[in-house]
């Protein structure tokens, strides 16, 4: 495709079940990010992949946070025992990596989890 | 600590105002600077970024190391700005921080 394509653009669930985000990133960008966005806040940074390692998982708020990403291409966030304040949108965005930080990171139209 | 911070949520102006959206960071060596927007009912897309000193769309932005600032700017402001503004930095690694936004409204 020409963008980031995110899926489940909505997802409905209960309290304590688990979730799976996917994210599918332009093809030939190395880089990979997620971000979480609470209703009225900015964004916040969850976990950064270059290629299938995660240099940077720092952002991951607890133990029940994970994410993977394989053939440097598709990439899931899974989310276990929900809560409801991981009510949130999940952004990914990708980037080509070429030895510098553009910073230009290409989102996608993110996926809005409500945990009731 | 890499930190970003926006202290306006809300701006409102009319058509043909000047607009300043703030920002102010902290970061203990030399950060690169961007613009993030978001349109509604549109991804986040980056406007501009510090390095390139360009303007784009009539908005420029300055990096004041001194102030540890990088607020946007516009002279005249059009209704189709209207839109949410993120201010982002980068320092040594590839993270990308984001502050909080400012929603910018622009009345006819």
């Known amino acids: 495709g020409a963008g980031v394509s995110q899926s489940p653009s909505n997802k409905v669930t209960e309290k304590g079940k688990d979730v799976e985000l996917r994210c599918d990133p332009i093809?030939?960008?190395?880089?990979l990010y997620w971000y979480r966005q609470r209703l009225g806040q900015g964004l916040e940074f969850l976990i950064y992949f270059q290629g299938n390692s995660a240099p940077d998982k720092s952002g991951l708020p607890s133990d029940r946070f994970s994410a993977e990403r394989t053939g440097e291409s598709v990439s899931t966030l899974t989310i276990q025992r929900t809560q409801q304040e991981d009510s949130a949108v999940y952004l990914c965005a990708s980037t080509p990596r070429d030895g510098r930080n553009t910073g230009e990171l290409f989102f996608g139209e993110g996926s809005r989890l409500t945990v009731l | 600590a890499q930190r970003v911070t926006q202290p306006e949520k809300l701006l409102s102006v009319f058509k043909g105002a000047p607009v300043e959206l703030k920002c102010n960071y902290s970061y203990s060596g030399s950060p690169e600077l961007f613009w993030y927007v978001q349109y509604s009912r549109q991804r986040l897309q980056l406007l501009l970024r510090?390095?390139s000193r360009e303007s784009i769309k009539g908005f420029t932005a300055d990096l004041n190391k001194g102030e540890t600032s990088f607020h946007l700017k516009k002279p005249f402001a059009q209704e189709e700005d209207s839109a949410m503004y993120y201010c982002a930095l980068s320092g040594l690694t590839d993270k990308l921080i984001f502050g909080t936004g400012t929603r910018l409204q622009v009345f006819p």
């Open positions: 510090h390095i």
């Open positions: 093809s030939g960008h190395t880089a």
